[in-house]
């Protein structure tokens, strides 16, 4: 139950979910500062204006991580602070990610660096957001000024944390910011999110030092079909095709996949017109890796009325339902499926010959402090078993190369708020003082060990 050699085992984190300080060092405000203060759009009131103070405690997390074993450390730069307005480099808020990545390497961890996960700096969406093209350009400067800043020490980049969420979420069903219902907008988000990774990639590679990695954290839902009619296959591929294809297939060099835009076709065209000449070969840059953020499977049936909207809010899926998960459940509703963990990662090791990493994986449970403990036997397991995936993928021939537990710290959920623990280190948020659970010191014995326990 070896991991290869060299394997990254490490934990996640998220800027606006963690970091707090959100008027410090000259940060300008983001789209989730804007959204989290509107009333009803995030449970409880809540927002990241303090998170888990990372900002000024990161040092300490830093610490616990090292301490567990872990090797490397997944985080974000927001935007917003290193841009206040979005164009204006400011050197406070690239010093916070100095130091950061500063402490980082003296504990000798692995800094995994993602240029976004989802705040956009409010200016940029006020000039229109991630609908209007040039918000492209934009972030392939704003990633050449972090490149510049940190690439002397940092060889690991990611671009974009799921496009599908930042796009579909943030401007379909509104649910995330900034809030915008209307897919035919989000389907031009999209493009201009998948143009930005390759536009950022590009730019990226060409000022590459050597040890330098690309890549980009796509999360991906299989669609188990619950049944096997030729309605329930296409209702899978249905799913299948908005949720994952649509997003894998341009980054692969293979363009948008057909058939999901002749699904998409009614949603008014913008999206067409919005794809320009050359636009499939700038999505197409090479990246030196494929992040893989994976939490759960969608079982999907079809509806009797093929015209019904689907009860799962995307572009282009109509007369299918998306069913409650079978099983035990995380707290977040969410189906524990291992396996599917293991044929996606076969799959995307098949289909795109690249290396892989889990970029996150894990589970929201109801977490208890008991004498300084928390005994999380349910996330523990949640471990175990999808750790027992990655390998069985890893025997039968995916070049797997590391995994994000998502999440180091009990974090800011966004919609939910602070109702959903992810941590490997629980956080009260009334004290800010964090407790390893047993999930964070279980993973942390099983990199030391860099396999799982017989
Ligand atoms: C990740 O996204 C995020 O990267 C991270 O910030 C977050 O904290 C973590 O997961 C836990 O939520 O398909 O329309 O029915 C999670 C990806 C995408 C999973 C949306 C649930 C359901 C929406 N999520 N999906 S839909």
Known sequence: MTFPTGFLWGAATASYQVEGGVREGGRGPSVWDTFAAVPGKVAGGASGEIACDHYHRYAADIGLLADLGLGAYRFSVAWPRVMPDGRTPSAAGLAFYDRLVDELLRRDVVPVLTLYHWDLPQAL???????????????AEYAVVVHDALGDRVDQWTTINEPFCAAFLGYGSGVH????????????????????????????????RPGHEFSLALNFAPALPDGTSPAHLEAARKFDGIHNRFFLDPVLGRGYPPDVLADVAGHGGRFAASVRDGDTDTIAAAIDWLGVNYYAPARVTPLADPLAPSNCPLPGLRGLDVLPGAGPLTAFGWEQSPSTLTSLLERLSAESGLPLVVAENGASFVDKVVSGRVHDAARVNYFLEHLHAVHAAIRAGADVRGYFAWSLLDNFEWAMGYTQRFGLIHVDFETQVRTVKDSGRFLGRVARANALPE
């Open 125 to 139: 969406e006020d000039a229109g957001g991630w609908p209007l093209r040039d918000t492209a350009s934009r972030f």
């Open 177 to 208: 910011a900034p809030g915008v219902q209307d897919y035919d907008t989000a389907l031009v988000a999209a493009h201009h999110l998948l143009l930005a990774h390759g536009l950022a990639t590009r730019a990226l590679t060409s000022r590459a």
